[in-house]
C-alpha cells in the first residue's frame, strides 16, 4: 500500500497561514491524481482540495481562495498552502490518493486555529 506521510500543521491565529507538505517513497507518485482531505472533531473525513497528474485542482467550497494545492513531482511531494485560516479550518489534514473507499491512512497532521 502507498505510505503518504504529512507534516507542517500546528497553532495557528485566526487569519493566520500554514503550508502542510506531504511526502511518498512511491515512484509512481506522478501518475496519482492526489488530495488533501480532513477531519474535524465528531466530522466524517472529507476532501479539502485535490489536483490531477496535470495540475489541475478543484477545492471545496469553503476553501476556495485561501487555500492552494500544488505538487512537485520529481520531489514525490505534494502541499496545501493554507492562508486567511478560520477557526472552522481546525481538522486533522491527510493526504491520499483521490479515490473512494482508501483504507490506508497516514496519521496526518493537526491544524489548530484558534486565539
Known amino acids: 500500500q502507498v505510505q503518504f506521510v504529512e507534516s507542517g500543521g500546528g497553532l495557528v491565529q485566526p487569519g493566520g497561514s500554514l503550508r502542510l507538505s506531504c511526502v511518498t517513497s512511491d515512484s509512481l507518485f506522478r501518475f496519482y491524481e492526489m488530495a488533501w482531505y480532513r477531519q474535524a472533531p465528531g466530522k466524517q473525513r472529507e476532501v479539502v482540495a485535490s489536483?490531477?497528474?496535470?495540475?489541475?485542482?478543484n477545492y471545496l467550497a469553503f476553501v476556495k481562495g485561501r487555500f492552494t494545492i500544488s505538487r512537485d513531482n520529481a520531489k514525490k511531494m505534494m502541499y496545501l498552502q493554507m492562508n486567511n485560516l478560520k477557526p472552522e479550518d481546525t481538522a486533522v489534514y491527510y493526504c491520499?490518493?483521490?479515490?473512494?473507499?482508501?483504507?490506508?491512512w497516514g496519521k496526518g497532521t493537526l491544524v489548530t486555529v484558534s486565539s
Open positions: 491520499n490518493q483521490n479515490l473512494a473507499g482508501i483504507t490506508s
Open positions: 489536483i490531477t497528474t496535470g495540475g489541475s485542482t
